[in-house]
Structures are given as structure tokens and as C-alpha cells.
């Protein structure tokens, strides 16, 4: 048996350009939907690092009752980068309009995270602008200040690669940290045993989002940077109990 037999779930993948990198598995739970979580997978924005890393993390959503969407996009290395990453976000949340209701939900790792709290900000650029919107963010050791990520060289200059030079324009659109406060909440899930991401992306944002008067906790867990997407970790327990809150 499979796991989408085991959890219950049908599977669609819905293509939103003709990229073969721009698709996204669209899980359905057994029984009513508690709204939709979309699994943004992280990789430091590059090609080598795809969907089958969020794949683990929809299949158990999908069998704790969420409607899931496991995104695929350009990365650094095959078409993507800043903005053509972005657009693909973009493109993709406006594919799964209608897809349930409920929260919608951004729920990524690393790079994903980036991407995830990024898309609640996303409507505020004409380039962005429409579609469906996002209600709540769970980020789950993500790179949520990349002026840092860029300054401290994360990941081999994997920021600056993503980002190709960037200017002050640059980080307006597309740097969470730039763009606090969000209208939605957003949860910052982080180990301070991450040797990838340091704990300070995490507490950087929250304090800064926080003090504009936005909704942003941090939530600490252990497992380093891949404990909170290990499906049988506390970290991803506490990802769960996040999103237990939220419905």
C-alpha cells in the first residue's frame, strides 16, 4: 500500500506554466477539508534540491485532514532566480484557486520559508498582485532576512545568487524582513541547533515584525535544520500543533 492509500488522499498534479518544474501535487483528505496547507520545499533556492523534499510533509497533512499542495518551481540553476522564483509562487497559488476553502495556509523549509512568508507580502506588488491569498504562514527554518543570509554568505553565497547583486529595489520586494508587518500571522519555526540557517534569521524577523505591531511567534524546537521536516520529529510535532491552532 502506498502512502496516499494509507492516508487516504487522491492526488492531482496541476501544471501552471510549461516549464517542467512548474507543477503542483494537489492532495485531497479522506472526509471534509480542513483548508489547504502549501508545501513550499527549500533547497537554498537551487535546482539540485526539488519537491520530493515536501513531499513527506503533504502526504501527512493530507492524512491529518488538510487539503495539500506540494509546490514545484524554477530554482537558481534552471530558469529561476529573482524574480522568475517568485513568479512561479505566484503562479502557482493562483492555480489552486477554488481548490477548497478555508485557510490557506504557506508552509516551507529554508528557502521555502523565504518563499512562504514572502507570498503573504506578494499582493502588494502590481507584479503579484491577485490571487488567491495567503491567511497564515508557518515557516519552518526559513531565510527570513536575506540582507543577513546575503551579508554572512549562507549556503556558499546562495542568497546572492538567488538575488544576482541586489539593490535596495531588490530587497523591497523581495525580502521578508523588508516587508514587515504582514496582515497575516506568521509562525517562525526554528532550531538554535541549526548549523544552516542560524536561529537569528528566526528571532531577527519575529522582533522586528512584533514591534511593527504585526503577529509573528517564534516557536523553538531542536532537531537542527532538518528536525522540522523529519515527519516522526517534536520539531515536525510542533509544526502540527501550529497548524492544530489554526483550525
Known sequence: MDD??????RTERITYGDDPSQWVDVREPRGASRGL??????????????ADYGEPLAVDL???GWTTANVEYRRVG???????????IHAALGALDGVTTGPVVTLGHSAGGHLATWAAARGRFERWAGGVAVTHVVSQAGVLDLRAAVEEHLGADAAFAFLVDPDETTYDRADPLTQV???????????????TVPFAQATTYVDAATAAG???????VTGGHFGVI???????AACV??????S
Not at 496516499?4 to 488522499?9: R, V
Open 4 to 9: 496516499d492509500q494509507q492516508q487516504g488522499a
Open 37 to 50: 496547507v502549501v508545501v513550499i520545499h527549500g533547497g537554498f533556492w537551487r535546482a539540485q534540491y526539488g
Open 62 to 64: 493530507a492524512g491529518r
Open 78 to 88: 534552471n530558469g529561476g532566480g529573482f524574480p522568475e522564483t517568485l513568479d512561479d
Open 181 to 195: 508587518p504582514l496582515d497575516v500571522p506568521v509562525w517562525a519555526v526554528h532550531a538554535r541547533d541549526d548549523d
Open 214 to 220: 504585526a503577529e509573528a511567534t517564534l516557536v523553538e
Open 230 to 236: 523529519d515527519t516522526g520529529s517534536e520539531a515536525w
Open 241 to 246: 500543533e501550529v497548524l492544530d491552532s489554526i
